[in-house]
């Protein structure tokens, strides 16, 4: 089955700063990659997502990039604010396979230092 | 449009009881699923279904037993609690395949002593 790996698990950034979380997966037949953002006591809200067919996909100050050769994908987070203080989750999926639900990573704490 | 509702928000078992995990969604989503979330392991599949009638098992379905007999509707059921089965658990429907788009429930935390 897939196996999806992300780091780091804690990142501690300066507000205004960029942050970066990077995730990896296993599977060369996965082809849609979420990317999940949970606030404390809330469940997971999608923020983007990627198809393999695409190499980066953008969204204000978000932005996620895919290598299909390297099998990893990123979440890039730009001018950092207070309110993006939460827990990140990258996960992967074979969007029209027979099974239907995604694989995530362990998650990433990010930090917004004021 | 409430989304995906889950009911209740906490619960505590004793070890050996059954109970029923709540589900219910009004976007007229054919997938649905469960995920079960648990400190430093992310978030984990135990069931999932790709429309009424249909059901199919996850990463971690032992324990756990669903059924589908509305589009609106996914239920959880622990049969036996264990201590194990402690954990935050996470109801999500998607209107496409491979869960693409799936919106999440708020959880139900539960806890089994």
């Known amino acids: 089955g897939e196996n999806v790996e992300q780091h780091p698990s804690t990142l501690s950034v300066q507000e205004g700063d960029s942050a970066v979380i990077k995730c990896t997966y296993s599977d060369s037949a996965s082809n849609y990659f979420p990317w999940y953002k949970q606030e404390l006591g809330k469940g997971p809200q999608l923020i983007i997502d990627i198809r393999s067919n695409v190499g980066e996909k953008k969204d204000q100050r978000i932005a996620v990039t895919l290598n299909k050769t390297a099998k990893h994908f990123s979440l890039h987070i730009t001018e950092t604010q207070p309110e993006d203080s939460a827990v990140y989750f990258c996960?992967?999926?074979?969007?029209?396979?027979?099974?239907?639900?995604?694989?995530f990573g362990k998650g990433t704490h990010l930090i917004i230092q004021p | 449009n409430a989304g995906v509702t889950q009911t209740p928000k906490f619960q505590v078992l004793k070890t050996g009881q059954s109970m029923t995990l709540q589900c219910a969604q009004d976007?007229?989503?054919?997938?649905m699923s469960w995920y079960r979330q648990d400190p430093g392991m992310g978030l984990r599949l135990i069931h999932y279904?790709?429309?009424?009638?249909?059901?199919d098992q996850g990463e971690v379905p032992n324990g756990y037993n669903v059924s589908r007999s509305t589009t609106e509707d996914f239920p959880l059921r622990l049969l036996s609690a264990a201590p194990s089965q402690t954990s935050v658990y996470f109801c999500?429907?998607?209107?496409?395949?491979?869960?693409?788009?799936?919106?999440f429930g708020s959880g139900t935390r539960l806890t089994v002593v």
């Open positions: 976007m007229n989503h054919e997938y």
């Open positions: 279904s790709v429309g009424a009638g249909i059901t």
């Open positions: 996960a992967a999926s074979s969007a029209g396979g027979g099974a239907d639900g995604l694989t």
């Open positions: 999500a429907s998607s209107y496409g395949s491979g869960a693409v788009g799936y919106t």
